[in-house]
């Protein structure tokens, strides 16, 4: 079961956070220019999650050479960020407090379960077609082999951030999910950019 209940301390600190000029700056901002707002963030933190990624596979490498920067792939998924992710959650979720008004254990849980059953795997798939076919290759082999993954990735990862995020005002629920993408977007990054397996094994990525 999940412990929704012990989120109340990190909301106890992110209305704090609320109060500082910053953030007052970016409810500001999101008051007047919402989804311009959204989209720039998503992109810039989409950027930082892939260069994140690069990095530790460029690490993690046997051969491991000075960190070089694959700009077109950051490209790629900062361009999904901004032309699909952020506005898509910019309706998501007003459509989530029409439906389901209350905060709660119960209500969290259903809105967690609710979102990670049916909103997840299209939107999963979604992002691992565009990917695919961004790259120039067929999106087929990649959403048959990484959306089960990344779903998996998913439900670990937001089912319990989401306890927080459907706890929060909706405003403040944008910058948390932000920062909190910058982990879920370097999975992402990962999932997408995975050369396919041979013999059951993937292969570690190396970019060029």
Known sequence: MLQCGSSGAIMIMLRALQRTAPVRAYAKSLETHP???????????????????QKLEQGD????????????RS??????AVAFHAPYLHWLHPFY??????????????????????MAPPFLWAFLTYSALAEGSAPAPRVREQLPVLWVDS??????????TFNL???VRVLWQDFARIYFGSL???????????????RRHKPK
């Open 155 to 164: 439900l670990w990862f937001w089912s319990l951030a989401h306890c927080v």
């Open 35 to 53: 989804l311009a707002t959204k989209v720039s963030t998503s992109g810039a933190l989409m950027v930082l999650s892939d260069v994140m990624r």
């Open 188 to 202: 992402m990054s990962l999932r997408a950019n995975s050369p396919l397996a041979k013999g059951g094994e993937l």
């Open 61 to 72: 490498a046997d051969d491991a050479e000075p960190f070089c920067w694959d700009a077109a």
């Open 169 to 171: 005002p909706v405003p």
């Open 97 to 118: 407090e029409r439906m389901w008004l209350r905060y709660n254990v119960r209500s969290t849980f259903v809105k967690v379960a609710l979102d990670q059953t049916f």
């Open 75 to 80: 490209s790629r998924l900062a361009f999904w």
